[in-house]
């Protein structure tokens, strides 16, 4: 309450300022005084969640006074408010303006953070979700670019307090991009294009090892590879299922 009143109260001063004077040079006067009045409003939009009002007095802000006493502060209230707005490409341009002019900020890992956020937010899909509908064959760009981003936050600060959230969002995408490929090799096999289908099988195995789909890339090996007459390699395929999927009904056959 006591920020809202305060920057209602600044606005008023603002407001009786303007009104009182009479010179030719309002707008320098204007422009002597917005900064902090503008900044009051967007902080007060961002409190009452008005991302869309906050985007616009934070953005005559960074046009107007890039400069200004609140610049750096600004661009970070305006990536999380692109966040918010599900506005990814103005998100990923401010944050990746921010690292190269601010490299060294103590926030820099935030930003680094963020970018994986606006990345991963762009990659879901909120009305599949609702329905719980499997859309894993959808692009996986935007999946790939989050996991880089947060691999880059973990490595570069290993540290920061968004290091361990980063590193349970990277499982999570680990296992959805995983499942895109999973959803490429059985295309293949469909298509009988069995080189294909075990190529990319065998990439689930040796990018994406530990995730659920991993059981799923052997079985389509063992398929391929049958297909191919390729009995070596599907006996060494059938001693790995053995060894980690034991119960699996390949096996039985």
Not at 70 to 89: F, G, N, R, S
Not at 107 to 115: K, W
Not at 166 to 182: D, E, F, P, T, V
Not at 214 to 224: C, D, G, Q, T
């Amino acid at each position: 309450m006591y920020k809202f009143s305060k920057g209602v109260t600044l606005v008023l001063f603002s407001l009786a300022l303007s009104a009182c004077s009479s010179s030719p040079d309002d707008n320098d006067i204007a422009a002597k005084t917005s900064p902090d009045v503008l900044y009051t409003q967007a902080r007060t939009s961002m409190e009452l969640g008005n991302y869309s009002k906050a985007v616009r007095s934070l953005e005559a802000l960074d046009s107007r006074f890039p400069f200004g006493p609140h610049k750096t502060q600004v661009q970070l209230d305006l990536i999380y408010a692109y966040y918010k707005m599900d506005d990814v490409a103005s998100g990923i341009a401010n944050i990746d303006r921010f690292i190269r002019l601010n490299p060294t900020h103590p926030d820099i890992d935030y930003v680094f953070y963020m970018r994986g956020l606006v990345n991963m937010q762009a990659d879901n899909y909120l009305f599949h979700d609702m329905l719980n509908i499997d859309r894993t064959d959808r692009d996986p760009k935007n999946a790939q670019d989050a996991f880089k981003d947060f691999d880059r936050l973990i490595k570069t600060y290993p540290n920061s307090k968004y290091a361990a959230d980063a590193q349970k969002r990277m499982l999570a995408l680990k296992n959805r991009l995983a499942r895109y490929s999973i959803q490429v090799a059985e295309y293949y096999l469909k298509m009988n294009a069995w080189s294909a289908a075990a190529i990319r099988a065998q990439s689930v195995m040796e990018t994406y090892p530990g995730t659920p789909s991993n059981e799923r890339a052997l079985e389509i090996m063992i398929e391929a590879y049958g297909e191919l007459g390729q009995s070596k390699l599907k006996q060494n395929v059938l001693m790995v299922m053995q060894a980690n999927y034991p119960n699996n009904e390949i096996l039985s056959n």
